[in-house]
Each structure stands twice: as structure tokens, then as C-alpha cells.
């Protein structure tokens, strides 16, 4: 089984910062991708940012250049640091990670965990 477990939401101004952190734990081959979206009131859940396990980043374009994903593959864990935060920001952030696991001999296989959610709330 394979827990992520998140830390770092909030309410903060706007023009302000957050990290977000996401940690993995479990029993498990290698964690490929991990990702990070959101979910704004009365939205669908987005996309925001994603990072290979070779450190290839994409954003979605309303946070680029403000926001930055990263990991440490050490510690298993993804951050997302969001800079000059807008009210439009606000949601609850998910993580996911793309997890291979062994299930036998010459059988491995992929599978997709997502983290609880933390609420990051900007205010005007």
C-alpha cells in the first residue's frame, strides 16, 4: 500500500507564498511521474504542474512563472511553491503519484495514488 500525505496549505494575501509538500511512503519499485492539481469551488479538477522522475517539469499557463514543482527522490516527496498568489489560486490542492509496484516475478505494474488534499485559500 502506498500513502501521500500532504503539508503546507493555508490562507494567505494575496502577492503571497506557500510551499506545498507531498510525501510518499509504502512499499513500492519507483515512483515515476508525480503531479499536482487542484479544486476550485464549483470547478473541475485541474492539472496545475508535473514532474518526471528524470525532473522534466510542465505547468498549466496560468501559473507559469509564478509557480515551481520539484521533488527529492531521497525523500520521496514533491513540493510546489507558489509565488505571487491570486484569489483565483484558491482550491484544494491534490498530489498524485504514479507508482510501479511489484506484483511477481517479471510483474510490474503501475498505479495511481492521490494525497487528501490541503486547502490553499488567497484572500484580496
Known amino acids: 500500500q502506498v500513502q501521500l500525505v500532504e503539508s503546507g496549505g493555508g490562507l494567505v494575501q494575496a502577492g503571497g507564498s506557500l510551499r506545498l509538500s507531498c510525501a510518499a511512503s509504502?512499499?513500492?519499485?519507483?515512483?515515476?511521474?508525480m503531479a499536482w492539481y487542484r479544486q476550485g469551488p464549483e470547478k473541475q479538477r485541474e492539472l496545475v504542474a508535473k514532474?518526471?522522475?528524470?525532473?522534466?517539469?510542465d505547468y498549466v499557463d496560468s501559473v507559469k512563472g509564478r509557480f515551481t514543482i520539484s521533488r527529492d527522490n531521497d525523500k520521496n516527496t514533491v513540493y510546489l511553491q507558489m509565488n505571487s498568489l491570486k484569489p483565483e489560486d484558491t482550491a484544494v490542492y491534490y498530489c498524485k503519484a504514479v507508482v510501479a509496484l511489484v506484483l511477481g516475478a517479471h510483474d510490474v505494474r503501475e498505479y495511481d495514488y492521490w494525497g487528501q488534499g490541503t486547502q490553499v485559500t488567497v484572500s484580496s
Open positions: 509504502g512499499t513500492f519499485l519507483i515512483i515515476n511521474d
Open positions: 514532474i518526471t522522475n528524470e525532473g522534466t517539469t
